[in-house]
């Protein structure tokens, strides 16, 4: 091989390397973002060390639904990232007793959640009353690991503007490569 030859190679790859980068990298920054899991709050739906796939596309151009797991900026130290589940909406009201959540819609229906995705009980925490009123723009979540979470019942209000995204795809570890839709909520009245 030539040294012209080896130069053409060189500059082939190197083309190649910089059309991937100008496809993958706003991708990687502007869409999807991985985010991988740390602790026992999510569980049994997710567990520390998943590698998960944001898409922070979607709150664009629709509003965040009940039952959606997001990834978003702690409201008490926006350089750290969280992963919850929503369970009030804006202009809700969220009551939990006994360990079961009732939403007060904002024209009034009332329902209890019917939560598949708790497997253990769990009580209340930290919030006096344990009943909050959302405002505009936010938002009541909390970990799937009611007993091991630290959400909303510690904490308060999620606001949209911390919102990174929502939780699509895990792609780590193989044996449990999943899709995530939001539940389908059984309510009762």
Do not use: C
């Not at 979607?58 to 008490?76: C, D, H, N």
């Not at 490569?177 to 009245?189: E, G, K, M, R």
């Amino acid at each position: 091989m030539s040294i012209k030859s080896g130069f053409k190679f060189i500059w082939e790859v190197l083309q190649v390397v910089i059309v991937a980068l100008a496809i993958v990298m706003p991708i990687r920054f502007f869409v999807f973002q991985p985010f991988i899991v740390k602790g026992a709050s999510m569980e049994p739906s997710f567990h520390g060390g998943d590698y998960l796939i944001v898409d922070e596309i979607s709150y664009r151009f629709k509003i965040p639904a009940r039952g959606e797991v997001l990834v978003f900026k702690y409201p008490l130290d926006k350089s750290q990232r969280f992963i919850k589940r929503i369970i009030g909406l804006p202009g809700e009201r969220v009551d939990i007793e006994g360990g079961r959540v009732t939403i007060t819609t904002a024209i009034g229906d009332k329902k209890l959640l019917n939560e598949v995705y708790i497997t253990t009980p769990f009580s209340e925490m930290v919030l006096e009353n344990n009943t909050l009123t959302l405002g505009q723009n936010e938002y009541y979540v909390m970990g799937d690991n009611r007993t091991h979470s630290f959400d909303s019942r510690s904490w308060g209000v999620l606001k949209k503007e911390d919102i990174v995204g929502r939780v699509v795809f895990r792609a780590w570890p193989p044996l449990d490569v999943t899709l995530f839709p939001a539940p389908q909520y059984l309510t009762s009245p």
